[in-house]
């Protein structure tokens, strides 16, 4: 079964360092998503991004982050300056276009460390 | 603003016991609703889904789940669990329109003891 894969599974960053996380959607999938996980909390929602856009995004997508599909395969997702409170594990996901809005497939996630 | 409230944050049972896990959602239209799984140290996996048609949903691994539309309810259930079934579950909802992010619950840990 085709998986959404994320790299790398583990990073750490000083605070204030830009970090990319990198998701290879699942390859005919059209819609793609970025959520987190603040250790204890719920998982949220981020962003996601259709057709070579933003589609919708959270109020906690501020001016630091940024998505990009670079090459028709990869979709990043850039935090400019990092934060403490950016330690969380990210997690990709993606889903095609169905009828029947078929569900999201989610990756091993991100787990990011910021020092 | 949709919403979506998981009431046990842990659940500790033994093998062969059955499981009911409750979920509700607050949203101001017609919604989809999953049940997604993540077993220790690996990503979500979809368990089952509900979007239309006969509110009681089969999903893989022996879980079925029933929509109650008038409280806003999707339970999830087994009547009889593994130790394999240690995991914590997460409840899920979106909008019926393409694209719609999911809300999620805050999960329910589940430790099944042999």
């Known amino acids: 079964e085709p998986e959404v894969t994320q790299t790398p599974s583990h990073q750490v960053t000083q605070m204030g360092q830009e970090v990319i996380l990198r998701c290879v959607p699942i390859s005919n999938h059209l819609y793609f998503y970025w959520y987190r996980q603040i250790l204890g909390q719920k998982v949220e929602f981020l962003v996601s991004f259709y057709n070579n856009e933003i589609s919708e995004k959270s109020e906690i997508f501020d001016d630091q982050f940024s998505v990009e599909r670079p090459d028709g395969s990869n979709f990043t997702l850039k935090i400019r300056s990092t934060k403490l409170e950016d330690s969380a594990m990210y997690f990709c996901?993606?889903?095609?276009?169905?009828?029947?809005?078929?569900?999201?497939?989610f990756g091993d996630g991100t787990r990011l460390s910021i020092l | 603003a949709q919403s979506v409230s998981q009431h046990n944050h842990h659940v500790i049972l033994s093998e062969a016991a059955s499981l009911e896990l409750g979920c509700n959602y607050s949203y101001g239209g017609t919604v989809n609703l999953f049940w997604y799984v993540q077993y220790p140290g690996q990503h979500l996996q979809l368990l089952l889904k509900y979007f239309s048609g006969d509110p009681l949903v089969k999903g893989i691994k022996g879980f079925e789940a029933e929509f109650i539309k008038s409280k806003f309810s999707f339970n999830l259930r087994k009547p009889s669990v593994q130790w394999s079934d240690t995991a914590e579950y997460f409840c899920?909802?979106?909008?019926?329109?393409?694209?719609?992010?999911?809300?999620f619950g805050g999960g329910t840990r589940v430790l099944v003891k042999p």
């Open positions: 899920a909802v979106n909008g019926k329109a393409a694209g719609n992010k999911l809300t």
């Open positions: 996901a993606s889903r095609d276009w169905t009828a029947d809005f078929g569900p999201q497939h």
